[in-house]
């Protein structure tokens, strides 16, 4: 004779998702458990729920019969049913959230979303500056203050080797070799990677160090190269405000973003002729796909040229 315990977990035979009960125990573990705002409680129910009407679409009545193969149909249905990818990634993390909390809950052995790629988002054409607003930013007149020497190496630096802004308010002194030009970094995952950045960022980094950084130390010391006048690295947002007024100052009407400088380093190699690998190598990407999004932009500048200048697209209203 079977134990209750034993019966409660029979499977259920009716036209009924048994998967019903067990999703109001997931939304209320969202709700309670994980603290989720509504927003996103509300998106992952409507995400949920519509797996579930494909599973009983498919006559799928056990959470258990859920395979990667028929993962991977309801994307595509949800592909074909018109929903961007953003929405389809914001499905699939809600379904892979889902099986997470069944396996804990000893419903289903395995997850079957764990072999499952996620689904790729559109992705945007980075926003660069052009060479003249670059020009114009790091050619900024000094003015003087210590600050000012620091800002305008700064800004020498991140465009000189594309760094990300963490990276370059995280530099130290032992980093940095001015006689051959070179900085270390340290970049996403504690990767290292050692990038040139050019006699121009030299020589502003090194006039800072001589001149400049120790009127901001006044006699303290620090491991960081570019420093405060309480010797401490500047934050992330102090530098984006630094940016903004000096693209101000510049005249420059779009206000850049520290990464707009590295995107513009990207860009500005590959009209010129740099191979991708190297521009991957002193980016600090993993995978050359996400150093690929540049030549897109390459591509972009050169249609523009094309339909501005190529005499035919004039003959043709």
């Avoid at 699939?92 to 079957?112: H, I, Y």
């Avoid at 590959?270 to 995978?287: F, N, T």
Wanted: proline share 5%; glycine share 4%.
């Amino acid at each position: 004779m079977k134990s209750r315990d034993a019966a409660s977990h029979a499977p259920q035979e009716s036209d009924s998702l048994p998967l019903a009960p067990l999703v109001a125990r997931y939304c209320d573990d969202l709700r309670i458990a994980r603290g989720l705002s509504r927003h996103t409680l509300s998106a992952y129910q409507r995400d949920v729920t519509e797996f579930q009407r494909y599973l009983r679409d498919q006559q799928i009545h056990d959470p258990a019969q859920v395979s990667p193969p028929l993962l991977a149909a309801f994307l595509e249905h949800l592909h074909r049913g018109g929903l961007a990818a953003s929405s389809r990634a914001r499905a699939l993390a809600a379904v892979r959230s889902l099986f997470r909390f069944l396996k804990q809950e000893g419903v289903v052995a395995a997850n079957p979303t764990v072999s499952l790629r996620s689904t790729s988002r559109a992705r945007h054409l980075p926003k660069t500056l052009s060479l003249e607003e670059v020009t114009s930013l790091l050619d900024l007149p000094h003015r003087g203050a210590p600050e000012d020497h620091r800002d305008r190496a700064m800004v020498e630096v991140l465009y000189a080797a594309g760094l990300r802004v963490s990276e370059l308010i995280a530099l130290r002194m032992d980093q940095c070799n001015f006689e051959v030009g070179y900085v270390g970094i340290t970049g996403k995952g504690d990767k290292q990677r050692v990038v040139p950045i050019g006699r121009p960022a030299v020589a502003e980094v090194q006039a800072y160090v001589m001149s400049a950084r120790p009127m901001l130390l006044k006699h303290r010391s620090s491991r960081f190269l570019f420093v405060t006048r309480r010797g401490t690295p500047l934050t992330r947002q102090a530098f984006w405000k630094l940016l903004r007024a000096r693209a101000q100052r510049a005249g420059i009407a779009r206000m850049p973003s520290p990464h707009m400088l590295r995107h513009s380093f990207a860009t500005h190699l590959l009209q010129r002729g740099a191979d991708l690998r190297s521009v991957q190598a002193m980016l600090g990407h993993a995978d050359i796909a996400t150093t690929q999004i540049y030549t897109h932009v390459d591509a972009a500048q050169l249609k523009k040229i094309h339909t501005a200048c190529f005499p035919r697209n004039k003959s043709r209203r």
